[in-house]
Nanobody, 119 residues
């Protein structure tokens, strides 16, 4: 059974930093593309960043380019999202997702972690 568990959310002031982590189990992590999404209450879930399986390239939504970094630790089956220079509009529930294996369509989601950006 596949499990994804996010952690690292919390309250941070504008301009601050947070690192989110997503620990996975039950799948061959190397074979899956990993992504982060976020959702504000009442709005659609928004894609934030992805890193392709097998050490492939990363991609980001425009609003976070230069501020967020997605990375994966394949030895620990974990994907991280380093968030710098946070803005109030970054506040949301952040979710990690895996998709695969390779070009497959099996998707798994975590339960989400809340990020609040406020002074």
């Amino acid at each position: 059974q596949v499990h994804l568990v996010e952690s690292g959310g919390g309250l941070v002031q504008p301009g601050g930093s947070l690192t989110l982590s997503c620990e996975t189990s039950g799948l061959t992590f190397w074979d899956y593309t990993v992504s982060w999404y976020r959702q504000i209450l009442g709005k659609e879930r928004e894609w934030v960043a992805s890193k392709l399986y097998g050490g492939g390239p990363t991609d980001y939504t425009d609003s976070v380019k230069g501020r967020f970094t997605i990375s994966r630790d394949d030895a620990k089956n974990t994907v991280n999202l380093q968030m710098n220079n946070l803005k109030p509009e970054d506040a949301a529930v952040y979710y990690c997702k895996t998709r695969g294996p390779f070009g497959g369509k099996a998707e798994y989601w975590g339960q989400g972690t809340q990020v609040t950006v406020s002074s």
